[in-house]
């Protein structure tokens, strides 16, 4: 396994790290204009899955990615199950903003709900302490008005996260954050098909010494290889209620990078490689529920590195 710097934290993160949401399970909740919909990917067993993240460990992943709107808490309980005899080998990640009651979701970046909520993760998780704590996709509104900023600096002070950050969706919003100084780690998504944080995100990371954790890689699991544009998912996971138009556009951008592929490097391990060698990313995060599918991501660090040739093709292909 390789090992990298997350940022300022000075904790040696493995470059692929293991997202915890599908293990949180099926699950179906109410939002605001959605109506009732499936929030996982699919059914799973907690002992296969406490068993996913003990094959991980010994296979030197040491940072683990959960929040509580994952399976409705459900995620982070397994993690606490899981690492209830090995917290001190692990780099833990929750986060904050999102949850729901009685199966209905809800938003709330106030300081007195996020302060309630870190206890309530820290009890599902059996921890007294994460290692990072990160606002899920606040808004740039949240972010103004900075309750939710407020919020992160007494979890830190309190001793109840050793870091704290923000994941984003605007790479603007990371920019300004990293400027500001109140980030230790951003987690945004990117992935070979969807690489815009290159342009000014990771740049400014580079500049401020902030972590960079890599979500969304994959795209939805189109660029495992494993699906395409017919892919049916059951109802319990939550690509069942995206469109055919959606469905097509990864699949055809997935196709179009198959020639990169062969014996000695997968699509999905392209998609791993192709982050990890962007400068500014200190770790991706995988998620699956599948060990299997985790030893293909795990064995990307050990293929032929992407030429320069092969980058600037790359390049075209993402228009």
Same mark, same amino acid.
């Given at each position: ?42 059914a799973t067993d ?115 996260a050793r870091f ?70 059951? +109802? !319990?996971?939550? *690509? @069942?209620?995206? #469109? $055919?138009?959606?469905?097509? =556009?990864?699949? &055809?951008? +997935? !196709?179009?990078? *198959? @020639?990169?592929? #062969? $014996?000695?490097?997968?699509? =999905?391990?392209? &998609? ?48």
């Amino acid at each position: 396994m390789q090992y990298r710097q997350l940022g300022r934290t000075g904790l040696q993160v493995s470059a692929v790290g293991l997202g915890a949401w599908e293990v949180g399970g099926a699950v179906n909740l109410t939002f605001d204009g959605l109506g009732t919909i499936a929030h996982g990917w699919g059914a799973t067993d907690d002992d296969a899955s406490i068993a996913l993240i003990r094959n991980c460990l010994q296979a030197g992943v040491n940072l683990i990615d959960t929040a509580p709107i994952y399976g409705d808490g459900h995620s982070e309980e397994v993690v606490g199950r899981a690492l209830a005899e090995d917290r001190d080998d692990w780099v833990v990640c929750t986060k904050g903003g999102h949850g729901a009651t009685d199966g209905v979701a809800w938003t709330d970046f106030s300081k007195e709900r996020l302060l309630r909520q870190i206890d309530e993760s820290l009890a599902r998780l059996r921890m007294e302490a994460v290692d990072v704590y990160l606002l899920h996709n606040p808004s740039a509104e949240d972010i103004q008005r900075g309750e939710c900023l407020e919020a992160l600096e007494r979890i830190r002070a309190q001793g109840k996260a050793r870091f704290v950050g923000v994941s984003i969706g605007p790479n603007e919003m990371g920019v300004g954050l990293i400027r500001s100084g109140v980030v230790d780690v951003l987690q945004q998504s990117i992935s070979i098909i969807d690489p815009g944080a290159a342009q000014e995100l990771l740049p400014a990371a580079v500049e401020g010494n902030v972590g960079i954790v890599a979500r969304g890689v994959f795209g939805a699991g189109f660029l495992t290889g494993k699906l395409d544009a017919e892919a049916q998912f059951p +109802a !319990d996971d939550r *690509r @069942s209620w995206q #469109g $055919p138009d959606h469905k097509r =556009a990864l699949a &055809a951008k +997935a !196709d179009a990078l *198959r @020639s990169f592929t #062969g $014996p000695q490097r997968s699509l =999905a391990q392209l &998609a791993v490689q192709y982050v990890l060698q962007l400068p500014g990313v200190s770790t991706i995060i995988a998620g699956t529920s599948k060990w299997a599918h985790m030893e293909e991501n795990l064995a990307a660090v050990d293929c032929p590195a992407l030429t320069e040739a092969e980058l600037r093709v790359v390049a075209e292909v993402q228009g």
